[in-house]
């Protein structure tokens, strides 16, 4: 569905405990009234690659909108009715998205890829990445509480499978939920940093990466009582690595951002155990995305709020010069969606100037399922949950 609505600035009107100083120039965004909306599944982060396609994961739905088959099409959940033909594995779809019109794209189904979470309960796609023509494919895990639906605690991040054939054939990883790369747990109590990371999105096939390498920020707790979940979490943390079949899953070939030197210079470390926060906000980090904007040469970071998970969610930009700061508050936007998740910016849909550009994102599923649940409004007009673009221009103080 495409539509054109009204014209409308959204201003920010951040928390007074926000800790992040205010943009020098930008203070909102105009929502143009221009959206479009695809297919009936979330989990969109489109990837740039070289043959001028993007390329996404995507799960929890159907491909097609309307909805073709009268079930779900792919569930992420274990144990779900949609991956009855495969016995605790759960599902993670993959696709291809073609055309340069954000009103008038052509979305092609992959397929889905099917592996266990145990010793979790559902295993979700995160970071993706095509780069020199190799899809990366991440994957983390999430595990049932018993407070109800979807306030899932934070697994680990696993590791990526690779396709050498844009989606058509998979090796998997060569880690486990169980033994994930970097070894975390989020059993008994045990608290992720590395949360569902996501590739900073540097234009097509990478190509305004500083220095070659692939950088990926993700969502983390440590505080013991930190309410750490697929949407909340306290802190954004920051890594990077030389992206090929060879390194994209050792874990040694990575390097984490550990703080700052004295002089005030960024520091990076080999070991894990060194690894510092790139932001810090109590219960207010949930998922983050960044891209860089080449025409502004500023990066754009999409943090969602999201506590309790179930409800309305706030969204807020932030804008940097460096990757590690420091970081601007551009916009805070309470209950954008008003159910707003999983936002990024594609970096194919950025005007020349580089003060428009499109947010991608899904919204609403509480509506879905008229439970208990309050009626949660599409707003902007077209925020549903699907693939949600929505055009937009940085507003000027």
């Known amino acids: ?95 291809r998205i073609i055309g340069d019109d954000p009103m008038n794209l052509t979305l092609e189904n992959l397929g889905i890829q099917y592996a266990s979470p145990l010793p979790y309960k559902g295993r979700y796609p995160c970071g993706s990445l095509v780069h020199d023509g190799i899809w990366y494919y991440g994957t983390y895990c999430l595990d049932e509480t018993d407070r109800g639906l979807n306030w899932d605690i934070l697994g680990p991040f696993v590791g990526f499978r690779i396709s050498k054939d844009y989606g058509q054939t998979w090796e998997d990883t060569p880690h486990t939920p169980a033994a994930p790369i970097f070894n975390e747990s989020g059993k008994y109590g045990s608290k992720v940093k590395i949360g569902a990371p996501h590739f900073v999105d540097f234009g097509k096939n990478m190509m305004h990466s500083p220095d070659g390498k692939a950088y990926l920020v993700c969502h983390g707790a440590t505080r013991p009582d930190a309410e750490l979940a697929w949407i909340a979490g306290d802190q954004a943390y920051l890594i990077r690595v030389t992206p090929s079949p060879e390194t994209i899953n050792d874990p040694s070939a ?72 420091p970081w601007h508050l551009l916009t805070f936007m309470e209950r954008f969606g008003e159910q707003a998740y999983f936002v990024n910016i594609p970096s194919k849909f950025i005007n020349d100037d580089g003060e428009g550009f499109w947010l991608c994102y899904s919204a609403n599923f509480t509506n879905q399922f008229g439970t208990e649940f309050p009626e949660i409004k599409s707003n902007p007009p077209g925020s549903q949950y699907s693939l949600c673009l929505q055009e937009v221009i940085l507003h000027n103080k």
């Open 254 to 325: 990575y390097e984490f951002f550990a703080g700052y030197e004295p002089s005030g210079k960024p520091r990076w470390s080999r070991n894990f155990h060194e690894i510092q926060p790139l932001l810090e906000w109590n219960s207010r980090i949930g998922h983050v995305t960044a891209t860089y904007n080449a025409a502004l040469k500023k990066y754009l970071m999409c943090i969602t709020d999201g506590w309790p998970t179930i409800s309305t969610m706030n969204t807020y930009l932030l804008e940097a010069s460096e990757l590690t700061g």
């Open 1 to 95: 569905m495409k539509t054109t609505a009204s014209r409308f600035v959204w201003l920010s009107q951040p928390p007074s405990d926000c800790p992040f100083q205010l943009s020098e120039r930008y203070d909102g965004l105009v929502f143009t009234g221009r959206h479009a909306e695809y297919t009936h599944a979330d989990t969109w982060y489109p990837s740039w690659a070289w043959d001028d396609n993007l390329y996404s994961p995507w799960t929890d739905g159907n491909f097609a909108r309307p909805c073709t088959i009268p079930f779900l099409e792919c569930s992420s959940k274990l144990d779900h009715p949609a991956n009855a033909a495969h016995p605790g594995k759960p599902g993670t779809g993959q696709a």
